[in-house]
């Protein structure tokens, strides 16, 4: 009943740009916080960023400094810029999100998670 859909990842340069979305669809009443997570070959899961829906936010030890989380309310879609991108960045980025319903449709609060997005990073 909630879908969560990331776009944005690819093939890129050591020290370059990108910039991950994603959009949250369905029968949704708000979205309470949203985070990107990535997976590397043969590592674990690991938390990058988060942020609720007022603005706080959270991030990896790694990743500060480079990455930027934002979310978009009035869109359902957060954000992942990544500046300084490195070759220890390389992974598949998956977005989850703690949604609440609708209220008719859906009751209650769910924690969809995206398909992620493959984020290559040359050297």
């Known amino acids: 009943q909630v879908q969560l859909v990331e776009s944005g990842g690819g093939l890129v340069q050591a020290g370059g740009s990108l910039r991950l979305s994603c959009t949250a669809s369905g029968s949704i009443g708000g979205i309470n916080n949203m985070a990107w997570y990535r997976q590397a070959p043969g590592k674990q899961r690991e938390l990058v960023a988060s942020i609720t829906s007022r603005g706080s936010t959270n991030y990896a030890d790694s990743v500060k400094g480079r990455f930027t989380i934002s979310l978009d309310n009035a869109k359902n879609t957060a954000y992942l810029q990544m500046n300084t991108l490195k070759p220890e960045d390389t992974a598949v980025y998956y977005c989850?999100?703690?949604?609440?319903?609708?209220?008719?449709?859906?009751?209650?609060?769910?924690?969809?998670r995206g398909q992620g997005t493959q984020v290559i990073v040359s050297s």
């Open positions: 989850n999100g703690e949604i609440r319903g609708d209220g008719r449709r859906l009751v209650g609060v769910v924690y969809p």
